[in-house]
């Protein structure tokens, strides 16, 4: 499932309500740090010199799109990058989100900026910059051991581990929205199970220290690319919040 426009919907976001989607990456295939076994829009593709929209064609796309749904009177809950990958690798991701500001207080000011990030680019300053910008910061935490996040995220930097992941996280001091999905299966003969209780607790104990202001936890919802994996059901969604919720934690289940 890929995008290819750079301003798409609205769509109606099982997280976010009506959201207008930008795509920061190319149009024909997915470019990504991650490799992620459940991203619905597939497996990455090696391409050498990947296409991506400049700042000024993402800047007119967006406001194109911002004067049509004004002038058709439809209210917008979020601004959200995300799309063909991840958002972060553009270059320019800071003048665009500073033009998405811009434009976003000029035609619909109600509406939220929000970023779906998988964390990987929290190493720059300028995408920490960016990201502070924005009224929802949504970064990436699938497991707090580097052996499930890298069977279920893949990451293309076989070297990053969770300790890395999680002194960028802390960048934010909590404020900021932490998304898992929850998942289970096999890739490549390996096993995938980011609800056991090892793995839990691991999970929990990153949770703790990092106090995101929010926490995102969902399930897969559409065509995966590896096809051995099981979507969890809310009863154990629920079962696996309990804990947090108990604390005090803010957690949206999507399921």
Sequence with gaps: ??????????IHSRRLGTSLGMELMPLAHKLCTFNCVYCECGWNQPVSHPVLPTRDEVRTALETKLQALQQEGTQLD?????????????????????????????????????????????????VVE????CDNRILKLD??????????????????????????????????????????????????????????EAWYAAVRHLRPKQIMIYVIDRKTPE?????????????????????????????
């Design 143 to 200: 497991a707090a051991t580097d052996t499930m996040m890298r069977r279920i995220d893949l990451p293309v930097n076989p070297a990053l581990d969770v300790a890395t992941l999680i002194r960028w996280l802390e960048t934010f001091r909590g404020d900021f929205i932490l998304q898992t999905c929850f998942l289970r299966g096999e890739h490549d003969g390996q096993p995938i199970d980011n609800t056991t209780p090892a793995e839990l």
């Design 78 to 126: 979020v601004i959200t990058f995300s799309g063909n990958g991840e958002p972060t690798l553009h270059p320019d991701f800071l003048g665009i989100i500073c033009d998405t500001c811009t434009l976003r207080d000029h035609y619909c000011p109600q509406a939220k900026v929000s970023v779906l990030s998988n964390s990987t680019q929290l190493g720059r300053p300028d």
């Design 227 to 255: 096809e051995h994996l099981e979507k969890i059901s809310l009863e154990e969604m629920q079962r696996i919040a309990a804990p947090l919720l108990a604390e005090g934690f803010n957690i949206q289940i999507s399921a």
């Design 1 to 10: 499932m890929l995008f290819d426009s750079i301003a798409y919907g609205p």
């Design 130 to 133: 960016a990201l502070r910008l």
